[in-house]
């Protein structure tokens, strides 16, 4: 089959690898119909996240068509269209039980892990391959694929496996009451559904920052929201006070991650080295934004490692934090309402769709921030059969 390979920092390319095969009773093999580019596969892109390997296959957000079952699987049968969330889980443990599935505790075996398994994530989430491919083996399969009604289309659906529901969780953990002043930190896909899920739990003002112009755009339109583009900001704490009554924002939201622009000295010791898990430029900007007795929602990607965070100006402040990766499933179902009523549209976001034989360039364009890039989708060579959108494959 077709998938990507990666190779090294800066270096991934679609090639020939083996096909997927059923390694055990409860899996399921999926033909990928859709598979995104999230911005957290840009940390691995970028060589940021440990024990990424030569030849491993990235991609955490995919839909597709059950092609193979094993001998255990109850719920899924070959020609279902299903919608794969990122966690990797077993439904059965002290937190599945939760719905805390994303820190499955049996799908993981590294001795440290905090979270649970999550496809196509270096060997720190598990070694799945993942499925920007044309095949991908599905574990436990019973529990963790979502079967696609038939309204609703791949190119939503593919945006429901993490982008969608993390932006939501994003809005949700923030505890948002009616009438609040919300801060999203991040433009991108995250950031852009955490702005616009703000309203639906009843924000009063949404508040974006990013320093990409055209993102800013983006989310100005889609959200609809205010923007702050931080370039043009001297102190970020400062000016959110002055345009909220010199209180600070009820809740600020962290959708940016390791990989923020920051301070020269933050980008130093934070991107170009593993000394610390990331640049937490964002996360000190919430810290500090909020107002005392606020709430900061976490849900861009850090490293377990050390990392520098203003908590005594949490403590004093009397914040509520709340952080943690999506648990895909538990949001489906009502995101699936929400779309049909028209709240939400996730397919708006996808600004590229590019064959899986392209994948190189997808990354790069993405990566560069080229052509106004906010979501790519790639097109596996197999993915005719699929029923998706009216748009060209490539756009």
Same mark, same amino acid.
């Given at each position: ?16 690898? $083996? ?7 409860? @899996?399921?093999?999926?033909? =990928? ?17 440990? @024990? ?92 963790? $694929? ?33 009438? *609040? ?28 920052? *990013? ?28 000016? &959110? ?8 924002? *009820? =809740? ?15 980008? &130093? ?85 590019? $064959? ?8 790069? &364009? ?10 790519? =989708? ?18």
């Amino acid at each position: 089959m077709l998938a990507t390979n990666y190779r090294g920092p800066y270096r991934i390319r679609a090639s020939q690898k $083996p096909d997927p095969v059923i390694e055990h009773p409860g @899996d399921a093999i999926v033909r =990928v119909t859709r598979a995104c580019i999230c911005g957290s596969d840009l940390h691995l892109y970028h060589g940021l996240v440990p @024990d990424t390997r030569v030849g491993h296959t990235f991609g955490h957000e995919f839909v597709g068509i059950v092609e193979e079952v094993g001998s255990a699987v109850e719920t899924l049968k070959p020609g279902d269209r299903v919608l794969v969330p990122f966690n990797i889980f077993c439904g059965s443990c002290f937190f599945c039980q939760r719905e805390l599935y994303s820190n499955c505790h049996n799908t993981n075996a590294e001795a440290t892990a905090a979270g649970g398994g999550i496809y196509g994530y270096s060997h720190t989430t598990g070694g799945y391959d993942g499925g920007q491919a044309e095949y991908v083996r599905v574990p436990m399969a019973d529990v963790g $694929p979502y079967k696609i009604p038939e309204d609703i289309v791949d190119d939503d659906a593919v945006l429901l496996t993490d982008a969608l529901p993390t932006g939501y969780q994003a809005a949700e953990m923030g505890d948002i009451k009616e009438g *609040d002043t919300v801060v999203v930190f991040g433009a991108g896909p995250v950031g852009i559904f955490a702005a616009r899920s703000a309203w639906l739990f009843g924000a009063g003002r949404v508040i974006v920052v *990013d320093h990409v112009d055209y993102r800013l755009d983006f989310v100005r339109r889609y959200a609809p929201c205010e923007i702050i583009n931080f370039r043009e900001v001297n102190d970020m704490a400062m000016h &959110i006070k002055k345009m909220t009554d010199w209180l600070g924002a *009820d =809740v600020c939201i962290d959708a940016v991650g390791c990989e923020a622009a920051g301070s020269l000295a933050q980008t &130093i010791t934070g991107r170009w080295t593993m000394l610390q898990a990331g640049s937490a430029t964002a996360l000190f900007w919430a810290i500090n934004s909020v107002r005392k007795g606020g709430n900061v929602s976490i849900v861009g990607v850090y490293g377990p490692t050390f990392n520098a965070v203003p908590i005594g100006n949490a403590l004093n402040k009397g914040l509520t934090m709340r952080m943690n990766q999506a648990a895909v499933k538990r949001h489906v179902p009502h995101l699936i309402e929400h779309i049909r009523q028209g709240h939400l549209n996730p397919k708006e976001i996808i600004t590229h769709r590019v $064959p899986l034989e392209e994948v190189s360039d997808a990354y790069h &364009i993405f990566s560069s921030k080229y052509d106004n890039c906010i979501k790519t =989708v790639l097109i596996p060579p197999r993915a005719g059969s699929a029923r998706a959108t009216a748009s060209s494959i490539i756009s």
